[in-house]
């Protein structure tokens, strides 16, 4: 028997852990079973003659809000093709509405609920003749032969150490993201999320853990994203993990953590504090910071805690900080998120995602979704559209804003230059939404921009919003534009070189036979030090108070912060000297 278990991810850096969980775990039938792997930006076409070169027998798709469309779509044209190959669906997004699935879709035959590694290896029995009906295996609803659908009970989860490590050859993931769960389920009841439909957390054996964690160190794997959906909600398994990966740091290998920061403790912020740079990276869901949306939601946060945290962390340089907040929550009108955003973006986060309401079939929050006058979109990923507080006019401006953050505030590339432009405006908040208005009045939106022209646009939108400071915010942006680019053909807006070429000459000179600076390089030429490296004069501290003062930086682009990606930069004298 051909079986097919096939994942549509949203990129193609992304993997599917679960078809990959589901065929090791039916080890009997590896030999018969293939893992293909797609994106929802590829044309259905090459899916579909993907497909008929492979000839199934039995095919299972994954779904998830991101390609629920496209597998329909698929599994509607797979039929014409292959009306004897049997069709399953399993995942999140068909789990909980499984018959409706079966009634739009006469073509699948069945789907697999909650969690899959136990279901699939029972339905494999079944097709081999191992088991003899459907009726006897939990976790599934599926079509009888007559066309009646039949809803089986829900499987008991299962032990998570049982699930195999599916990593051992590396390379079928060459130049993807790795995600790694030690633990399933969730101990919150937040209303928007499904985790919390799953109420058994369990923990997969910390021995395992350790000896799979070095697995990764030992491949020296980039980075290593933990699907874990509160990692430190057991104060124990996380010390113990990240104890070993700071005992075990190989200088490489990042990981990716979603914790409650307001549940750190001083042990885990001490072990923290500890860790090189850029070994491990934090995703905080903060969502809102209204009392009353936090009590609607069913979420325990202690928003004073999780500044405190959050701060601390800050201080220690070495741990980037993604925090979320979510637009469109109950109790949420358009002032009070604007008050989220400002104090949220008053810590000083790495990232700041601005994300939209999702109305995840099986939620809490869809059984609710009258109450709140939640309208929200029919197909996935059920985004919302308005609320009793909320109307899709603000919604809209939401989005233009939530762009903005994106483009200038998440790419980093902008950062010193933003400090200051917000203290111009009333609150964060206005700043973006002041903004968003300008991309929109000039038309600039739906528009491919290179990462130059940002600059140039927002050097405009400066110029029209801020009087009188035209050379302070032209030098901030210039100085945002080295630490990041390695420019050599200068930007209109930064106007002319700011070193002269004797300068620049003598400088390069010296560091070619005496380096005082470049040490790294040894004995290199000067004209290639000019290449890998930049000098800018200001007359303002930029790198520090922007106090006006001549500053000669040189930025050296061999070296950088593995946090942010700035350049290593480092204040010469105009003789030379170690200005720092």
């Given at each position: 028997?051909?079986?097919?278990?096939?994942?549509?991810?949203?990129?193609?850096?992304?993997?599917?852990?679960?078809?990959?969980?589901?065929?090791?775990?039916?080890?009997?039938?590896?030999?018969?079973?293939?893992?293909?792997?797609?994106?929802?930006?590829q044309?259905?076409?090459?899916?579909?003659?993907?497909?008929?070169?492979?000839k199934?027998?039995?095919?299972?798709?994954?779904?998830?809000?991101?390609?629920?469309?496209?597998?329909?779509?698929?599994?509607?044209?797979?039929?014409?093709?292959?009306?004897?190959?049997?069709?399953?669906?399993?995942?999140?997004?068909?789990?909980?509405?499984?018959?409706?699935?079966l009634?739009?879709?006469?073509?699948?035959?069945?789907?697999?609920?909650?969690?899959?590694?136990?279901?699939?290896?029972?339905?494999?029995?079944?097709?081999?003749?191992r088991?003899?009906?459907?009726?006897?295996?939990?976790g599934?609803?599926?079509?009888?032969?007559n066309?009646?659908?039949?809803?089986?009970?829900?499987?008991?989860?299962?032990?998570?150490?049982?699930?195999?490590?599916?990593?051992?050859?590396?390379?079928?993931?060459?130049?993807?993201?790795?995600?790694?769960?030690?633990s399933?389920?969730?101990?919150?009841?937040?209303?928007?999320?499904?985790?919390?439909v799953?109420?058994?957390?369990?923990?997969r054996?910390?021995?395992?853990?350790?000896?799979e964690?070095?697995?990764?160190?030992?491949?020296?794997v980039?980075?290593?994203?933990?699907?874990?959906?509160?990692?430190?909600?057991?104060?124990?398994?996380?010390?113990?993990?990240?104890?070993?990966l700071?005992?075990?740091?190989?200088?490489?290998?990042?990981?990716?953590?979603?914790?409650?920061?307001?549940?750190?403790?001083?042990?885990?912020?001490?072990l923290?504090?500890?860790?090189?740079?850029?070994?491990?990276?934090?995703?905080?869901?903060?969502?809102?910071?209204?009392?009353?949306?936090i009590?609607?939601?069913?979420?325990?946060?202690n928003?004073?805690r999780?500044?405190?945290?959050?701060?601390?962390?800050?201080?220690?340089?070495?741990?980037?900080?993604?925090?979320?907040?979510?637009?469109?929550?109950?109790?949420?009108?358009?002032?009070?998120?604007?008050?989220s955003?400002?104090?949220?973006?008053?810590?000083?986060p790495d990232?700041?995602?601005?994300?939209f309401?999702?109305v995840?079939?099986?939620?809490?929050?869809?059984?609710?979704?009258?109450?709140?006058g939640?309208?929200?979109?029919?197909?996935?990923?059920?985004?919302?559209l308005?609320?009793?507080?909320?109307?899709?006019?603000?919604?809209?401006?939401?989005?233009?804003?939530?762009?903005?953050?994106?483009?200038?505030?998440?790419?980093?590339?902008?950062?010193h230059?933003?400090?200051?432009?917000?203290?111009?405006?009333?609150?964060?908040?206005?700043?973006?939404?002041?903004?968003?208005?300008?991309?929109?009045?000039?038309?600039?939106?739906?528009?491919?921009?290179?990462?130059?022209?940002?600059?140039?646009?927002?050097?405009?939108?400066?110029r029209k919003?801020?009087?009188?400071?035209?050379?302070?915010?032209?030098?901030?942006?210039?100085?945002?534009?080295y630490l990041?680019?390695?420019?050599?053909?200068?930007?209109?807006f930064?106007?002319?070189?700011?070193?002269?070429?004797?300068?620049?000459?003598?400088?390069?000179?010296r560091?070619?036979?005496?380096?005082?600076?470049?040490?790294?390089?040894?004995?290199?030429?000067?004209r290639?030090?000019?290449k890998?490296?930049?000098?800018?004069?200001?007359?303002?501290?930029?790198?520090?108070?922007?106090?006006?003062?001549?500053?000669?930086?040189?930025?050296?682009?061999?070296?950088?912060?593995?946090?942010?990606y700035?350049?290593?930069?480092?204040?010469?004298g105009?003789?030379?000297?170690?200005?720092?």
């Open positions: 028997m051909k079986i097919i278990l096939a994942a549509v991810n949203a990129k193609y850096i992304h993997s599917n852990l679960a078809v990959y969980s589901l065929r090791a775990f039916a080890k009997a039938y590896v030999s018969e079973t293939k893992i293909l792997e797609y994106t929802i930006n044309q259905m076409d090459e899916i579909l003659m993907d497909l008929y070169r492979e199934p027998d039995l095919l299972c798709f994954s779904c998830y809000i991101w390609n629920l469309d496209y597998v329909e779509e698929l599994a509607r044209e797979i039929k014409k093709i292959f009306p004897e190959t049997i069709l399953w669906l399993g995942g999140p997004e068909v789990s909980y509405d499984a018959v409706d699935v009634t739009r879709l006469r073509q699948v035959t069945g789907v697999m609920k909650g969690e899959g590694e136990e279901t699939f290896l029972e339905l494999l029995e079944y097709y081999h003749g088991r003899e009906t459907l009726e006897e295996i939990a599934i609803t599926f079509r009888t032969e066309g009646e659908i039949r809803e089986n009970e829900w499987r008991d989860v299962m032990d998570l150490s049982r699930v195999p490590f599916v990593y051992e050859d590396l390379s079928l993931f060459e130049h993807k993201i790795i995600y790694y769960e030690t399933r389920g969730c101990p919150y009841r937040c209303s928007y999320c499904l985790s919390s799953d109420k058994c957390l369990r923990f054996d910390l021995n395992l853990v350790k000896k964690l070095q697995f990764f160190l030992d491949q020296k980039p980075q290593v994203k933990f699907v874990d959906r509160t990692f430190n909600c057991h104060h124990t398994h996380a010390k113990e993990i990240w104890r070993y700071l005992e075990h740091d190989n200088g490489v290998t990042n990981f990716h953590f979603e914790v409650s920061a307001d549940l750190l403790d001083e042990e885990e912020l001490e923290i504090s500890r860790m090189r740079p850029g070994l491990i990276q934090l995703e905080i869901g903060v969502q809102s910071t209204n009392p009353d949306t009590r609607k939601i069913r979420r325990t946060m928003f004073k999780l500044s405190e945290v959050t701060k601390q962390i800050k201080t220690m340089g070495n741990t980037h900080q993604h925090l979320d907040l979510i637009a469109g929550l109950p109790m949420e009108d358009y002032e009070s998120f604007g008050k955003f400002d104090d949220v973006y008053a810590l000083g990232q700041l995602q601005l994300g309401l999702k995840l079939k099986g939620s809490y929050m869809q059984e609710h979704a009258r109450e709140y939640l309208i929200y979109k029919d197909r996935p990923p059920y985004e919302v308005g609320t009793n507080w909320l109307s899709y006019g603000e919604i809209a401006r939401l989005k233009q804003i939530e762009e903005m953050v994106e483009v200038y505030y998440n790419s980093g590339q902008f950062s230059t933003l400090d200051w432009l917000v203290l111009e405006f009333d609150s964060p908040f206005s700043m973006y939404k002041a903004l968003g208005s300008y991309y929109e009045e000039n038309g600039l939106f739906k528009r491919n921009h290179t990462r130059i022209a940002r600059y140039e646009i927002l050097s405009a939108f400066i919003q801020v009087s009188g400071k035209e050379e302070f915010y032209r030098q901030l942006l210039v100085f945002d534009l990041r680019e390695n420019v050599k053909n200068r930007p209109d930064a106007g002319e070189p700011s070193a002269d070429k004797a300068y620049l000459k003598a400088f390069y000179d560091e070619e036979k005496e380096p005082a600076y470049l040490k790294s390089y040894g004995q290199t030429e000067s290639k030090l000019r890998m490296t930049h000098i800018e004069i200001f007359d303002y501290e930029v790198d520090r108070d922007m106090k006006p003062c001549r500053t000669v930086l040189l930025f050296d682009y061999q070296i950088r912060n593995p946090l942010n700035e350049a290593h930069m480092m204040r010469i105009e003789d030379g000297r170690d200005d720092r």
